[in-house]
């Protein structure tokens, strides 16, 4: 998987390029400008103006490119464009950089940190407990348990569906339906770049599916997620339950969970019962709260209540062998129980702080966060 190395360095290579080129070219028509409005204060000349309004209106063109891509990298979808263009920038980085800061995290024992890189190695210790194995599976207690259940099985004709290979054709449409201005994962490849090149990059992404489906595993960058966190309304942002972990994946992970997302979604109703709403095509939560306001209008002869409960970190908790265990219990073939166990074997993450990058650590447990395929897996 060294393509994905190469074609990166050419990338950056051409980029650089690219910006010495255009930072040249805002030199070359700043001194320009210069000596031309200096000649036009003494001959009001339309041959000058004509040449100082083209070269102004070149010079707020590259400017409002550079403007562009770093508002991309700030993740700001919509901006209007101002007189001066770098000053604009420079509000909107500011403001962003701004919101995204974690300038102190209290401990439990009352000490608060504020240096970035012990805030980044609180974090990163707390996420390593989080995604940390409770241990092992008590699988004789969890047989007569699925035993007691009467738990529905995948249909025959729906399971051998799922078994098929992965195809030129499912890649190519998943790529073109992912959604843009989305962060990249650790790689730097974003759903543009894909998309751009789709025709080329298909078919390596076949090959490369193909040879990890062989060798039970994905290449090992393709294990890796950076943790970017956006914090909780209403809590205190100097404690570290008080954020919410996004995990950027790279691209071909996702593309990969999407396959077998939109494999799963045409059939996963046939076994999950009714009354779970969530994550089910074709479901909503309205369809829980009529019945739910049904039964309280229509319930008079008997005292009642009503409960409300909320898994704390419930994707964060899910234990793989159980995971796998369910899967196999509803009939899930080994095809794609074992694309799971691939996706699920060897995931590292780093943590997002302050624009500081945490020391990788593994992952033993829960769902991936930002992968198509965990809310269906999750229900």
Not at 13 to 39: G, V, Y
Not at 56 to 81: A, D, P, T
Not at 161 to 189: C, W
Not at 209 to 221: D, E, G, I, V, Y
Request: hydrophobic share 40%; charged share 20%.
């Amino acid at each position: 998987y060294n393509v994905v190395s190469i074609v990166f360095g050419c990338i950056i290579s051409f980029e650089a390029a690219k910006c010495k080129e255009s930072k040249l070219r805002l030199d070359e028509i700043d001194d320009l400008l210069t000596t031309l409005e200096n000649a036009y204060k003494l001959k009001h000349s339309p041959d000058i103006l004509n040449k100082i309004t083209t070269l102004r209106y070149e010079y707020n063109s590259i400017m409002s490119r550079n403007v562009s891509k770093l508002l991309v990298q700030v993740k700001q979808r919509y901006f209007e464009l101002g007189d001066k263009p770098h000053k604009l920038l420079a509000r909107q980085l500011k403001q962003t950089q701004a919101s995204r800061a974690i300038h102190r995290i209290k401990l439990e024992d009352g000490t608060l940190l504020t240096d970035p890189d012990k805030i980044n190695d609180c974090f990163a210790d707390f996420y390593t407990s989080v995604y940390q194995s409770q241990g092992k599976l008590d699988i004789e207690n969890m047989d007569r348990f699925f035993e007691s259940l009467n738990l529905p099985k995948l249909p025959s004709d729906s399971a051998e569906a799922l078994e098929v290979n992965i195809t030129l054709q499912e890649i190519v449409s998943v790529i073109s339906t992912l959604p843009n201005n989305k962060a990249p994962g650790p790689d730097g490849f974003s759903v543009e770049f894909f998309k751009v090149f789709s025709s080329k990059l298909s078919p390596l992404l076949l090959r490369m599916l193909n040879h990890s489906k062989q060798a039970a595993r994905l290449p090992p960058t393709l294990y890796r997620a950076n943790i970017s966190l956006i914090p909780k309304p209403g809590r205190d942002p100097e404690v570290v339950t008080s954020y919410r972990p996004i995990s950027l994946l790279p691209l071909e992970t996702k593309i990969l969970g999407k396959i077998l997302a939109n494999r799963l979604k045409k059939h996963i109703c046939l076994i999950i019962h009714p009354d779970q709403t969530g994550f089910m095509p074709g479901r909503h939560m309205f369809f829980n709260l009529r019945r739910l306001f049904n039964i309280l209008y229509s319930n008079h002869s008997k005292e009642s209540i009503v409960v409300s409960l909320d898994a704390q970190r419930a994707f964060d908790q899910v234990e793989w062998p159980y995971m796998m265990y369910v899967l196999k219990k509803f009939g899930f073939g080994p095809l794609f129980t074992d694309w799971i166990e691939i996706i699920y074997s060897h995931p590292t993450a780093s943590v997002i702080t302050n624009q500081n990058i945490s020391r990788p650590f593994a992952i033993h447990r829960g769902t991936r966060q930002g992968c198509p395929l965990s809310p269906f897996l999750f229900s």
